[in-house]
């Protein structure tokens, strides 16, 4: 059974930095990609950056770029996402999700396995 965790959200102050990590288990494709998201209440999720497994491919939402790093570590099937900078904007619910075997970018339609998200509140 596959098993997606998202943990590191929190509450920080504006300007402050965040490391999100997404643990991926019971997955048996050998090539897939992470990605990350983030939603507002009411909201459609956004997409924010993607990871492909097999050669570290990435892509980010143009919105994203510049604050936002991805990174992965194979070896222990995890997959961070560094937030620098953060802003009141940046609060969300944050997800991760993991595509069906096939490499994928940032349509949350490309992405099959999702985490229950973790709640990142920047405070002004």
């Known amino acids: 059974e596959v098993h997606v965790a998202e943990s590191g959200g929190g509450l920080v102050q504006t300007g402050g930095s965040l490391r999100l990590s997404c643990i991926v288990s019971g997955f048996t494709f050998e090539d897939y990609s992470v990605g990350w998201f983030r939603q507002y209440p009411g909201k459609a999720r956004q997409a924010i950056s993607s990871?492909?497994?097999?050669?570290?491919?990435?892509h980010y939402a143009d919105s994203m770029k510049g604050r936002f790093t991805i990174s992965s570590d194979n070896a222990r099937n995890v997959v961070y996402l560094y937030m620098n900078n953060l802003r009141p904007e940046d609060t969300a619910l944050y997800y991760c999700a993991i595509s069906d075997g096939r490499p994928a970018r940032l349509g949350t339609y490309e992405y099959r396995y999702w985490g229950q998200g973790t709640q990142v509140t920047v405070t002004s």
């Open positions: 990871i492909k497994r097999s050669d570290g491919t990435t």
